[in-house]
């Protein structure tokens, strides 16, 4: 990716990619897609930080790290992954919609969809109530501790 450090939009998706790398130079990338690889980490992204949509369902990830500087990050995909836990999202002030589902498979989720549906008035199938993660996190960090 060296090469192309005007790069805007990439799909990576279906690679079988391990690991995040390579994206140094991409400092104008606004839209990554990552899913369905072998992700295991958050890592590599630190120069992205025009990155505004970023795809990762489908992958091994287990924590939600890594994400520290990307602050225009306004859509975030981590559905079917290994996480259990919805921590280090606070600082994302500029993410508008999250999408979680198939990984947090415990009834505290259940809890939580349920406080979304009765605050929200509604639950999108993809959990797009990013404004209820990021502006009560004190609830979710009493549901999901």
Do not use: K
């Amino acid at each position: 990716m060296d090469q192309l450090p005007s790069l805007q939009i990439l799909n990576l998706g279906y690679n079988e990619i391990e690991t995040i790398a390579g994206l140094d130079r991409c400092i104008y990338l606004r839209e990554l897609d990552l899913s369905y690889n072998c992700i295991e980490r958050l890592e590599g992204l630190d120069r992205c930080q025009h990155l505004r949509v970023l795809d990762l369902s489908s992958n091994l990830i287990s924590q939600i790290r890594g994400l520290d500087e990307l602050s225009q990050l306004e859509q975030l995909s981590l559905q079917d992954n290994r996480i259990s836990r919805l921590d280090n999202l606070a600082h994302l002030e500029a993410l508008v919609e999250l999408c979680v589902a198939f990984c947090l498979r415990t009834c505290l989720f259940c809890c939580l969809l349920v406080v979304a549906w009765f605050l929200c008035g509604c639950v999108a199938w993809c959990m797009a109530v990013a404004t209820l993660l990021l502006r009560c996190t004190r609830l979710l960090s009493n549901l999901l501790l």
